[in-house]
């Protein structure tokens, strides 16, 4: 077979729109002006007509994708992943800011990465990204590079900051608040109103529910370590699993519930419960 001779050169696909827009405007141009048989040379010389062979030489020309994850199955997140691993790697020296002074920021889901770039993502890799994504976040924002900056706002959440704010449960009409907790397979839900200290469990008093004392003080704990056992009501469902788990549940309930009215013993109740 005769072998093809002359040099085969790829075009990228950069090339080949920059080709085609500048034909489209100097036919643009041409066409808005009206050049007379008699115009002289200098006006001729002013005016510069496309090649006829825009490849002269070039037997063969294609565009070339910019990124060779083109033709992948997440091109988009593979360039990305692909640029974490790099910047993770070229500024590992970078000082890293105190816990402290962390950013905080919140990054997008799998999910939202996926309907986001319409990919299907695996949650594997896209764990490993993060990885480094929160890595590359920790660095000082005095050093950190923009091309970092960059590449982490690809992953970071749009979140309204004046719809950001943590929803408050309400009291109901007759000034209650209600709490649920689970412990192992048991479940306990408290409804909590200021009153003397009166407690009934299944619309049972304490004692004939939890015949352990242990077991009655683990359940008012929350009460009795915020010094408010005479300072609430509590009526209770309580219901699964052991008189234990019924117990630490019905703490949690309570504790929920504490907090819904007074929020500033949030402290307090981690630090007890």
Not at 102 to 109: D, E, V, Y
Not at 150 to 168: C, G, M, Q, W, Y
Not at 207 to 236: C, M, P
Request: aromatic residues 8%; charged residues 25%; glycine residues 6%.
């Amino acid at each position: 077979m005769p072998q093809r001779s002359g040099a085969i050169r790829c075009i990228t696909s950069q090339e080949l729109a920059a080709y085609r827009e500048n034909a489209s405007r100097q036919a643009t141009v041409l066409s808005n002006m009206k050049i007379s048989p008699g115009a002289d040379e200098k006006n001729d010389t002013n005016i510069t007509l496309p090649p006829e062979e825009p490849f002269r030489g070039v037997e063969n020309a294609r565009p070339v994708p910019v990124s060779a994850s083109y033709f992948s199955r997440e091109p988009f997140f593979n360039d990305s992943f692909v640029t974490l691993s790099t910047l993770t790697k070229r500024y590992a020296h970078l000082p890293l800011a105190a816990p402290d002074q962390a950013s905080g920021q919140q990054w997008k889901s799998l999910e939202e990465y996926r309907q986001m770039h319409g990919e299907p993502v695996k949650a594997l890799p896209y764990s490993q990204a993060l990885v480094m994504v929160k890595r590359l976040s920790q660095i000082h924002y005095v050093s950190m590079p923009k091309e970092v900056k960059s590449a982490l706002h690809e992953f970071t959440r749009n979140i309204d900051p004046h719809k950001n704010f943590k929803k408050v449960k309400p009291l109901d009409k007759f000034g209650r608040a209600i709490g649920v907790g689970r412990r192992k397979t048991s479940t306990a839900r408290a409804w909590v109103v200021e009153g003397t200290g009166e407690v009934l469990i299944n619309g049972k008093p304490l004692n004939e529910v939890f015949g352990r004392i242990h077991d009655r003080e683990s359940a008012l704990w929350a009460l009795r370590s915020t010094q408010r056992t005479d300072k609430y009501n509590v009526w209770a469902l309580v219901e699964g699993g052991g008189v234990t788990g019924q117990a630490e549940a019905l703490t949690l309930a309570i504790a929920k519930a504490m907090l819904i009215h007074e929020p500033d013993l949030k402290p307090a109740l981690r630090k007890s419960l």
